[in-house]
C-alpha cells in the first residue's frame, strides 16, 4: 500500500486548518504554507467538503475550516475518503467480491493481519496528535 499525494496533501490541509482555526481560511494561504498548488487543492477540497470534514464559504471573507474539533478526526477517516481503500489486497477491498480460494487461502491470514493494524493504527492517530509532532 502507497498512500498518495492526494491522500498525504489532505492530511496536511487538515492539520493547517486545525493550526490556523482562527475563523475560514483561504486556501491560497494553505497552499502557500503547505507549498501545494491551489490547482490541485481544488481537487481534494470537495472530497473534504461532501464528508462534512470541512466546510467553506466563498467570496470576500471567505474560506474553509474545520466542521469539528482537531481530535475527532482520525488519520484513517481522511486516508479512506481520498484514497478510496487502504487494503493492502485487493480481495480484502470493501467492495471486493468474495474470492473463490479465500476458504484455501494461506495467506489471507496474513493479509487480514496486515490490513487490521494499518486500520487500527490511522484510526488512533488524530489531526491533534499530529499538530504535537514535529
Known sequence: MMISTRGRYALRVMIDLAEHSDGFIPMKAVAQRQGISLKY????????????LIEGIQGRGG????CRKPEDYTAGEILRLTEGDLAPVSCLGADA????????CRTLPLWSGLNNVVNEYLDSVTIADLMQEK
Open 41 to 52: 487543492l481544488e481537487q481534494i477540497l470537495p472530497v473534504l467538503t461532501k464528508h462534512h
Open 97 to 104: 467480491a468474495v474470492c473463490d480460494r479465500s476458504g484455501d
Open 63 to 66: 474560506g474553509y475550516r474545520l
